[in-house]
């Protein structure tokens, strides 16, 4: 009698670890090679987005934009109020990020690579800016070398080396 309970124990530990190995290969296999989407979107526990990767808006220039974002990659990360306060990019003139001001648009730290912020002079910006009312210093790359620019609050060049 003992045998045969030892059997049936042994059978079923069989079974239960041949049954656990085959749902786990299935699980590997389930993994999709590609997973395809507009968006992609970092919740809480409430649902409220605080991060999302997807397409850009198109805002057109003059709009709370300058264009070149729409239908490009874009990571947004929002501030507890819903804010975009991060964009990381590939944009129409290159990559960049942007540190946003408070207003969610217009960036206070800005880093380009290739075409940047300053009307395309050069392969690297990185501008800081004052609620977003345009640039206030910046550093400046470009086959020529580097160029250090301070502006007032109207926009002029008060300092700039070399």
């Known amino acids: 009698m003992r045998l045969k ?24 296999s389930d993994v999709p090679e590609v997973i395809r989407a507009q968006r992609f979107e970092l919740v809480d526990e409430e649902g409220t ?11 057109e220039a003059g709009a709370g934009g300058d264009g070149l974002l729409g239908g490009r990659p874009v990571l947004e990360m929002y501030d507890p109020d819903g804010r975009t306060r991060v964009q990381l990019f590939a944009g129409r003139r290159g990559p960049g990020l942007d540190l946003l001001h408070k ?58 080396r070399p």
Do not use: F, M, Q
């Not at 309970?5 to 590997?28: I, Q, R």
């Not at 987005?49 to 805002?59: D, F, P, T």
């Open 5 to 28: 309970w030892a059997v049936v124990v042994v059978a079923l530990c069989v079974v239960v670890t041949v049954a656990a190995v085959a749902y786990a290969a299935g699980k590997a």
């Open 49 to 59: 987005v605080h991060a999302a990767l997807g397409l850009g808006r198109r805002v």
């Open 103 to 160: 207003t969610g648009w217009k960036p206070g730290v800005a880093v380009r690579v290739d075409k940047g912020i300053e009307e395309g002079d050069g392969h690297g910006n990185l501008v800081l800016t004052y609620e977003g009312d345009g640039t206030r210093a910046g550093v400046h790359v470009n086959e020529g070398g580097a160029r250090l620019e301070l502006r007032d609050h109207d926009g002029r060049t008060v300092w700039s």
